[in-house]
């Protein structure tokens, strides 16, 4: 079955610096890879995602890379903002299987 | 439009006992998945429900079970409760469901303590 890796498991950024979490997958046939941003209380509420015949998209500060041959994909956010801390969760899909990877947790000190 | 929303949002049981937990999806959805949240193994998949039908199942023993009624509200039943079934219960909501990749949206959970 899949196999999903994130790193890092927590990260501190000041405000206004960039943010770079990486993960890993080990089933090729995984096609739909999402990220969430979860607060504390809430659910998950998915930020960005990309599909296996993109290689980048983007949304405002928010981008998302996805490379196919290394199997891994990365959630970048830009200009980084208090409320932008969070837990953040990658996943990766393969139509029937959809499996997360640990988490990251972000924190922006203003 | 409203969100996804699960009742209750907390629950204590004993062990051995059986506990149900429901999820109205966001409407003109038709998938319901449910995921259990822990500290130790993080967000895992335990089913998908689509037109009332289990869709898709994760590695989870049978004392987990679930059902989609026909205005597509979930529940998911647990019997025989362990302690290790302590956790944060998520359950998500998306027009075609998991095997599409349609987009999730999901709901603040239900939090159970088993004592």
């Known amino acids: 079955g899949e196999n999903v890796e994130q790193h890092p498991s927590t990260l501190s950024v000041q405000e206004g610096d960039s943010a770079v979490i990486k993960c890993t997958y080990s089933d090729s046939a995984s096609n739909y890879f999402p990220w969430y941003k979860q607060e504390l209380g809430k659910g998950p509420q998915l930020i960005i995602d990309?599909?296996?015949?993109?290689g980048e998209k983007k949304d405002q500060r928010i981008a998302v890379t996805l490379n196919k041959t290394a199997k891994h994909f990365s959630l970048h956010i830009t200009e980084t903002q208090p409320e932008d801390s969070a837990v953040y969760f990658c996943?990766?899909?393969?139509?029937?299987?959809?499996?997360f990877g640990a988490g990251t947790r972000l924190t922006v000190k203003p | 439009k409203a969100g996804v929303t699960q009742t209750p949002r907390y629950l204590i049981k004993t062990r051995g006992q059986q506990v149900t937990l429901s999820c109205s999806p966001i409407?003109?959805?038709?998938?319901v998945s449910w995921y259990q949240q822990t500290p130790g193994q993080g967000l895992q998949f335990l089913f998908e429900y689509f037109s009332e039908t289990q869709r898709n199942k994760g590695n989870f023993p049978g004392r987990f079970s679930g059902r989609q009624f026909s205005n597509s509200r979930s529940e998911m039943n647990v019997s025989t409760l362990e302690l290790g079934d302590s956790a944060l219960y998520l359950c998500?909501?998306?027009?075609?469901?998991?095997?599409?990749?349609?987009?999730?949206?999901f709901g603040n959970g239900t939090r159970l303590t088993v004592t």
């Open positions: 409407s003109g959805h038709r998938s």
């Open positions: 990309i599909r296996s015949n993109v």
């Open positions: 996943a990766a899909q393969n139509n029937n299987d959809m499996r």
């Open positions: 998500a909501s998306s027009r075609a469901g998991v095997v599409t990749n349609s987009p999730l949206h």
